[in-house]
């Protein structure tokens, strides 16, 4: 599972829908892959940027050890020069390189475990749950 | 024509083997190319397929429509799953911007996320909706994919009733139905609804009539 999908997955419990604190998840015990052979497209990063809940990524960076992050959202990040372009790379390598292999997501509304496995990420519930 | 993408050894006894139903949606996406590139083209667009099965759907889109955007798709069974991002990588081996997550419809997927849904339901009428089976090694995994209870569209309604918090302002819906679904209705029901229906495709495909609807929300 890569990093930038945890941006847009929440506790599947219907009645955490309504909860702010079943987004994003809290990510623990993760083993975490650099997958490299993923090519740089830094117009695609801008793109995903606009998308992207910062407060929340900056928050699953914490849990999975990456503290350095600004607070604030980059904005204007223009590819053709050379310190955004910097930034922009950093960016794929956490968002789209990093991958969680192994880990737990535990909705913080309703204390859920999800478990990823192979980088799969298992959003089932049981049926008492569904 | 668009190429095809290449299938390797995957696990039919599991997973759902792509049928007519799989490649009418493949020259559903060919006929949509200019208006989804026109649409999306120059952006990232989010796109799911619930119920990825063996892959193919996403892999052709991944790599011959809109090849910038970001994918997450779904199922319910873990044999799919694996086939799936299987099938992506080896297609598409250096720009795999996917997840497959395992679940039921997009119910982990925040509101409001979905650009591009595409649905490919399992349309058969059954007496009922197969129950999703609690272990790994079970025979019933490949019925999920087809038996839609009630006119097969049972799993098709609940995810309707819900599209209009799935998808994003600007969101699409590519849903599959065959004619026992009758999609006539469906259509109707859902311009009841405020959404703008269009038949993208049709065609006979043995003793069934299978068709694409794209579903859009109306602008105000």
Redesign the interface.
Known sequence: ??F??TN?????VKTC?SSDKA?PLKYEECQVVLDE???F?P??IV??LD?LNWDALVKVARDLGKTDLPTQKPEGLDPIMEDDAAVLRDLHSLL?QSNIVEGKMVCENCEHI?FIK????????P?HL? | MLPTPILKDLDYDNVYEPSEDSFLLLDCFEDENTFLSQKFGIGSPIITEIGTGSGIVTSFLMKNILPNGFYVATDVNPHACVSSINTIRLNNPDSAKIDVCQMSLTTAILPHTIDILIFNPPYVPAEEVPEIPQQYRDSRWLDLALLGGSDGMEVTWQLLDSLDSIISETGLAYILFCARNKPDLVKLEMEKRMWVVDKIIERKAGWEVLSVLRFMKRKN
Do not use: D, G, R, W
């Open positions: 599972m890569k930038i999908t847009f997955v929440k506790c599947a829908s987004f052979q993923q090519e497209n117009e695609f793109h995903m998308k789209i999800y192979n980088s799969i990420p298992n959003f089932l519930l049926p569904c």
